[in-house]
């Protein structure tokens, strides 16, 4: 996809050259074509195809997050203390 941006911009960039060195054009001209003809459409375009990539940013955020705060929860899972893992073994009356 960035190749195509790429190519794009190239593209525009010789148009906005062709038209401040023309005889009939002039530089205001030319900037006007880059800007409206190449980076507003491009960076529009670049926006929209990169949604998903900070949809599923944003994802892995929030699953971080949770991870981060099951692991600091209590080792059995719970806001209590944890009990003995071996219950006392005594005599019977």
């Known amino acids: 996809m960035h190749l195509v941006a790429i190519a794009w911009i190239y593209v525009v ?3 906005a050259v ?3 060195t023309s005889t009939t054009g002039t530089v205001l001209g030319a900037v006007f074509t880059f800007l409206l003809y190449g980076v ?5 375009v670049m926006y929209i195809l990169g949604a998903p ?3 599923r940013a944003r994802r892995a955020a929030a699953a971080a997050e949770l991870a981060a705060a099951q ?3 209590a080792p059995d899972g719970g806001h209590h203390a944890a009990g003995a893992a071996v219950p006392p073994v005594g005599k019977e009356p």
């Open 18 to 20: 062709a038209e401040a």
């Open 40 to 44: 507003m459409p491009l960076a529009i």
């Open 53 to 55: 990539s900070r949809k």
């Open 13 to 15: 960039l010789m148009m």
């Open 71 to 73: 692991a600091s929860r």
